[in-house]
Every structure is written in structure tokens, then in C-alpha cells.
């Protein structure tokens, strides 16, 4: 089984073809997937600071999203371009059934958020219009990090006020991530933000609306897609001639990466081999994720195996990993890494000492999907800064897939990015989770931990650049030092890698 076949399953255009981009991007979930996994259709909780904060609007409100069928991209030149790559990447008819439309009466979303006039300060700035500058917004916010940084408290909270006046989740971009760095800053001076970071963190995947939230964010933009798409490439290739394969996810979630990996050794030519998977993750939903890759899996004939494990990453040691001689090993880091504590926060360095661990079990491959910002032991302005260009990139992005009054946008901004945005904002210490570094300080952490980077496939890179061409031209994809970088605008926002 050679790279390729992994792009033959899961992705339906508007003319009705099937395509993989990335097993966890599918926009159509699968019937064991639907039928596995028992979602929780209750709101996100409210923000602590809603009670007593003076902001009318709150970007941690509940918005309660109604999944429809028509988020997925679905233009003209995203058909023509697919259709293109028809001879490589369709796939067999399959009976997927769409995700159904839920018979709960939402609410309109003025009933949702409070939009009642704000109190302004007796002396303010000028009123922006509704495109306000985006450079007047950001100094604004810069300056309220400054007053905060100072411990100017009058002065910071004066300029609270006066950006409470120019910030809205229905803005524009620079004005929507405002109000999520405003309700930072608060947060900060009143040391509440560890609160708010675990009341919005969401548990997968239970929470219906946050799952289709995140379909939505990686329908809309190609970043996490084409991250986790790498991969698995990366995965598929090393492994193309094992017959028994052990599959170590730090951090499964709800599990969809692997579910086109699953399909791909399938179709391999002699038959599928064995397959196990140790799924890592602190929520309750291991059980659920078990069950749909053991359903999928008896539905193409692959043998397989499912091996919970439900420690923080940390405290993974190689016996919990049941490590078998005649295995093949991949272990996968996508976008969890950066949430295990390093040696600013532990003396004991539990992120080096991870991938020490990981290296001592000699893995075929290692796959690293990370978001490329540098937010971990910068200081609170360096990393304010960064936070807001990081993901001013990201919400103009949407903005180009997303209608700015869509209840869709507002959801995945509030659940995908929100939570973090507080998180590296308000927090400090071991509370601060969100701790993303660059591509290069993980290179460096990965050659002491004793790994050699190896180049992606050249195949999946080759179908990675014309699926951009899908996309707005915006986009940029990079190969740098067999690594591929994701941006917006030359900004990179995702890098994907492969160890041995």
C-alpha cells in the first residue's frame, strides 16, 4: 500500500464525488460514526465574566449552531479543480448518509447575545464606523496590554471602555478577535481566566455542536486539513509493507484521523494488515471512539484492536503502550504537543521527556502537527502581539469562507479559538496550556530527544498544492527543509513533519 490510496475515501463535492482530503475533515460523518457516538446537544456554558462584566456583549455568550448541508466549499472552480484529480483521488460509491438536520427550535441569535447599548467613559476615543481601521483597533488593544503590563489599572481601565466601543464578534476580523483578547485582558486583571478556559473547554465527542464546528473550520480552511492530510501520508508510506501495525495518537479526540488511514490499508493490494491503536486522551469519550474504529473496521475486514488510555500524555509510560515485538510503530502528535508542560513551567521538562520516551520505543515514524506561533516563554506583551497576529490571520481567513453574519462563523470562532485566546492571554504558569512554539525550536527538541527528521511524501505534497488551488490564492503552502508550512498571506499558521 503506497501513499496514494489514502486519499481515496471521504471527501463529497457538490457533483458527487468522493474524495479524501483528511480523515478528519470528512464533511459528511459516516453512519458508525453517527450511530457510535451519542452527542450532547446542550449549550456551551456562559462565560464567568458575563454575570458581572460592563460589556453588553459577550464573546462567550452561548451561540448555538444549526448544522445545515451547505458549509462545505463548493464553487466552480473547486469542482473543476477536484475533477482534475479524479484519476487519483475518487473513490468507490459509498453509503454515507449525511448528517441530519436536528428538529430543535433554535433561537434567533439577537435572543442569544446581549446587544443592549454600552456605558462609555466621559472622555472617549472617536467612534469608529462598522469597518473600523483595523490598524486603530489593534493600537487600541495594544495599548490596553501595555496599561495592564504597567499596572496602569485607571489608565487600563479606561481603555477597556473605550475598546468595549469598537470591538464585536460581528465585525470585522481584527474587531471580532477583539473581543475575544478584551475579554483576555479582563479576565488577566480580575485572575479569572483559568476559569473561563475550563468552563469552554468542550469534551470530544460528546459535544455535537462543537464537532460540527470543527468540520466546519476544516471544510472552510486548509490548514488543519491539509496538516493532518501530511500525516498520514507520512504514516501510510512508512508502513507500506508491514503486516502488523500499532498506531500510538497522543491525543485521539473523536478519532476521524485514522478512520481514511483505516480504509487505505484495506484496499491494500495482498490485504489489510493488523491493526492497533493506542488512543490517548483525559476526556470520557474513549469508549465511544473505540467503538467506531472497532464498527469501521469489521465493515472493511481489517483486524483490529483498541488500546484506551486515558492518562494525560505526561504520564504515559511504555508499559501502558503494551509495546509487541513483530509491530510496526507509528506515533502521532497533532496538535497536542504543546500542551504538555515544558522546562519553563516543570523543572522536570515533561515535553523533552516525552519525546525521550517516544524515541526509546524506536518508531518507524513520528508525525508532528503543530500550530506555528511563538507563544510559549515569550513575555505577556511578545506574546499578546503574537496571539493577535497569529490569529487575526486565521479569523481573515474565515472571513473569506464564512458570511459575517453566519451563526456558523461566530460558533467556530467562539469554540475553536476563543477558550485559547484566554488561555494564552489571562493565564500564567502551569495554568497556561496553550504554549505553541516554531517549527524550528521543535526541531531542535526533537534532534536532542535523539530523532532525525524525514522528508513527507512527495505524492501527498504534490495533491496538497493542487487542492490549494482550490482554495483563495491567499493560501500559501511552503516546503521548507521537508517540513510544509500552512499560512494565510505568507503568515504561517500550521507546520507538519515527519521523524524517525
Given at each position: 500500500?503506497?501513499?496514494?490510496?489514502?486519499?481515496?475515501?471521504?471527501?463529497t463535492t457538490?457533483?458527487?464525488i468522493?474524495?479524501?482530503?483528511?480523515?478528519?475533515?470528512?464533511?459528511v460523518?459516516?453512519?458508525?460514526?453517527?450511530?457510535?457516538?451519542?452527542f450532547?446537544?446542550?449549550?456551551?456554558p456562559?462565560?464567568p465574566?458575563?454575570?458581572?462584566?460592563?460589556?453588553?456583549?459577550?464573546?462567550?455568550?452561548p451561540?448555538?449552531?444549526?448544522?445545515?448541508d451547505n458549509?462545505?466549499?463548493s464553487?466552480?472552480d473547486i469542482r473543476?479543480?477536484l475533477?482534475e484529480?479524479e484519476?487519483?483521488?475518487?473513490?468507490?460509491d459509498t453509503?454515507?448518509q449525511?448528517?441530519?438536520?436536528?428538529?430543535k427550535?433554535w433561537?434567533p441569535?439577537?435572543?442569544?447575545?446581549n446587544?443592549?447599548p454600552q456605558?462609555?467613559?466621559?472622555k472617549r476615543?472617536?467612534?469608529?464606523?462598522?469597518?473600523?481601521?483595523q490598524?486603530?483597533?489593534k493600537?487600541l488593544?495594544?495599548?490596553?496590554a501595555?496599561?495592564?503590563s504597567?499596572?496602569?489599572?485607571?489608565e487600563?481601565q479606561?481603555?477597556?471602555?473605550?475598546?468595549?466601543?469598537?470591538?464585536?464578534?460581528?465585525?470585522?476580523?481584527i474587531?471580532?478577535?477583539?473581543?475575544?483578547?478584551?475579554?483576555?485582558?479582563?479576565?488577566?486583571?480580575?485572575?479569572s481566566?483559568t476559569?473561563i478556559?475550563?468552563?469552554?473547554?468542550?469534551?470530544?465527542?460528546?459535544n455535537r455542536?462543537?464537532?460540527?464546528?470543527?468540520?466546519?473550520?476544516y471544510?472552510?480552511?486548509?490548514?488543519f486539513?491539509?496538516?493532518?492530510m501530511?500525516?498520514n501520508?507520512?504514516?501510510?508510506?512508512a508502513?507500506?509493507?508491514?503486516?502488523?501495525i500499532?498506531?500510538?495518537d497522543?491525543?485521539?479526540?473523536?478519532?476521524?484521523?485514522?478512520?481514511?488511514?483505516?480504509?487505505a490499508?484495506?484496499?491494500?493490494?495482498?490485504?489489510?494488515p493488523?491493526?492497533?491503536?493506542?488512543?490517548?486522551?483525559?476526556?470520557?469519550?474513549l469508549?465511544?471512539?473505540?467503538?467506531?474504529?472497532h464498527?469501521?473496521?469489521?465493515k472493511?475486514n481489517?483486524?483490529?484492536?483498541?488500546n484506551?488510555?486515558?492518562?494525560?500524555?505526561?504520564?504515559?509510560?511504555?508499559?501502558?503502550?503494551?509495546?509487541?515485538?513483530?509491530e510496526?510503530?507509528?506515533v502521532?502528535?497533532?496538535l497536542?504537543?504543546?500542551?504538555?508542560p515544558?522546562e519553563s513551567?516543570?523543572?522536570?521538562?515533561?515535553?523533552?521527556g516525552l519525546?525521550?520516551?517516544?524515541?526509546?520505543?524506536s518508531?518507524?515514524v513520528?508525525?508532528?502537527v503543530e500550530?506555528?506561533s511563538?507563544?510559549?516563554?515569550s513575555?505577556?506583551?511578545?506574546?499578546?502581539t503574537?496571539?493577535?497576529?497569529?490569529?487575526?490571520?486565521?479569523?481573515e481567513s474565515?472571513d473569506?469562507?464564512?458570511?459575517r453574519?453566519?451563526?456558523e462563523?461566530?460558533g467556530?470562532e467562539?469554540h475553536?479559538?476563543?477558550?485559547?485566546?484566554?488561555?494564552m492571554i489571562?493565564?500564567?504558569?502551569?495554568?497556561?496550556?496553550?504554549?505553541?512554539e516554531?517549527?524550528g525550536?521543535w526541531?531542535?527538541?526533537l534532534?536532542?530527544?535523539?530523532?532525525k527528521?524525514?522528508?513527507?511524501?512527495?505524492?501527498?505534497?504534490?495533491?496538497i498544492?493542487?487542492l490549494?488551488?482550490?482554495y483563495s490564492?491567499?493560501?500559501?503552502?511552503?516546503?521548507k527543509?521537508g517540513a510544509?508550512?500552512?499560512?494565510?498571506?505568507?503568515?504561517?499558521?500550521?507546520?507538519?513533519?515527519a521523524?524517525?
Amino acid at each position: 500500500m503506497d501513499s496514494q490510496q489514502i486519499f481515496r475515501y471521504g471527501y463529497t463535492t457538490d457533483s458527487g464525488i468522493n474524495y479524501d482530503l483528511t480523515s478528519i475533515s470528512n464533511p459528511v460523518l459516516s453512519e458508525w460514526t453517527l450511530n457510535s457516538l451519542k452527542f450532547n446537544l446542550s449549550g456551551s456554558p456562559n462565560s464567568p465574566l458575563s454575570g458581572h462584566s460592563s460589556t453588553g456583549e459577550s464573546p462567550f455568550m452561548p451561540v448555538e449552531v444549526h448544522p445545515q448541508d451547505n458549509t462545505k466549499v463548493s464553487s466552480e472552480d473547486i469542482r473543476h479543480a477536484l475533477q482534475e484529480l479524479e484519476t487519483v483521488l475518487m473513490a468507490p460509491d459509498t453509503d454515507e448518509q449525511p448528517m441530519t438536520t436536528s428538529t430543535k427550535t433554535w433561537a434567533p441569535l439577537e435572543t442569544l447575545i446581549n446587544t443592549q447599548p454600552q456605558a462609555r467613559p466621559h472622555k472617549r476615543l472617536r467612534e469608529f464606523p462598522d469597518s473600523c481601521p483595523q490598524n486603530g483597533v489593534k493600537h487600541l488593544l495594544i495599548k490596553c496590554a501595555e496599561a495592564m503590563s504597567d499596572d496602569q489599572i485607571e489608565e487600563f481601565q479606561y481603555l477597556v471602555q473605550e475598546a468595549r466601543c469598537v470591538v464585536s464578534i460581528h465585525g470585522d476580523p481584527i474587531q471580532r478577535l477583539g473581543a475575544y483578547m478584551l475579554e483576555g485582558l479582563v479576565a488577566r486583571h480580575e485572575e479569572s481566566g483559568t476559569n473561563i478556559y475550563k468552563a469552554l473547554k468542550c469534551h470530544e465527542p460528546e459535544n455535537r455542536e462543537l464537532l460540527y464546528c470543527m468540520r466546519i473550520l476544516y471544510d472552510m480552511c486548509p490548514y488543519f486539513k491539509f496538516g493532518y492530510m501530511a500525516a498520514n501520508g507520512a504514516i501510510a508510506e512508512a508502513l507500506r509493507t508491514e503486516d502488523r501495525i500499532h498506531i500510538i495518537d497522543f491525543q485521539i479526540a473523536q478519532g476521524t484521523q485514522w478512520t481514511t488511514l483505516i480504509q487505505a490499508l484495506a484496499a491494500r493490494p495482498g490485504g489489510p494488515p493488523h491493526v492497533r491503536i493506542t488512543g490517548i486522551s483525559q476526556g470520557d469519550n474513549l469508549q465511544l471512539v473505540g467503538k467506531m474504529l472497532h464498527d469501521m473496521s469489521r465493515k472493511f475486514n481489517i483486524p483490529f484492536e483498541f488500546n484506551p488510555l486515558a492518562v494525560p500524555c505526561e504520564e504515559v509510560t511504555r508499559d501502558m503502550l503494551k509495546i509487541r515485538g513483530g509491530e510496526a510503530l507509528a506515533v502521532n502528535f497533532s496538535l497536542q504537543l504543546h500542551h504538555t508542560p515544558d522546562e519553563s513551567v516543570d523543572v522536570n521538562n515533561p515535553r523533552d521527556g516525552l519525546l525521550r520516551m517516544v524515541k526509546r520505543l524506536s518508531p518507524k515514524v513520528m508525525t508532528l502537527v503543530e500550530q506555528e506561533s511563538n507563544t510559549n516563554t515569550s513575555p505577556f506583551l511578545a506574546r499578546f502581539t503574537e496571539t493577535m497576529d497569529y490569529y487575526s490571520a486565521m479569523m481573515e481567513s474565515i472571513d473569506d469562507s464564512l458570511a459575517r453574519e453566519s451563526k456558523e462563523r461566530i460558533g467556530v470562532e467562539q469554540h475553536c479559538m476563543g477558550k485559547d485566546i484566554v488561555n494564552m492571554i489571562a493565564c500564567e504558569g502551569k495554568e497556561r496550556v496553550e504554549r505553541h512554539e516554531l517549527l524550528g525550536k521543535w526541531r531542535l527538541r526533537l534532534c536532542m530527544a535523539g530523532f532525525k527528521q524525514c522528508p513527507l511524501s512527495s505524492y501527498v505534497n504534490s495533491v496538497i498544492k493542487k487542492l490549494m488551488a482550490c482554495y483563495s490564492d491567499k493560501y500559501t503552502l511552503v516546503e521548507k527543509d521537508g517540513a510544509l508550512l500552512l499560512g494565510w498571506k505568507g503568515r504561517s499558521l500550521i507546520s507538519a513533519s515527519a521523524w524517525h
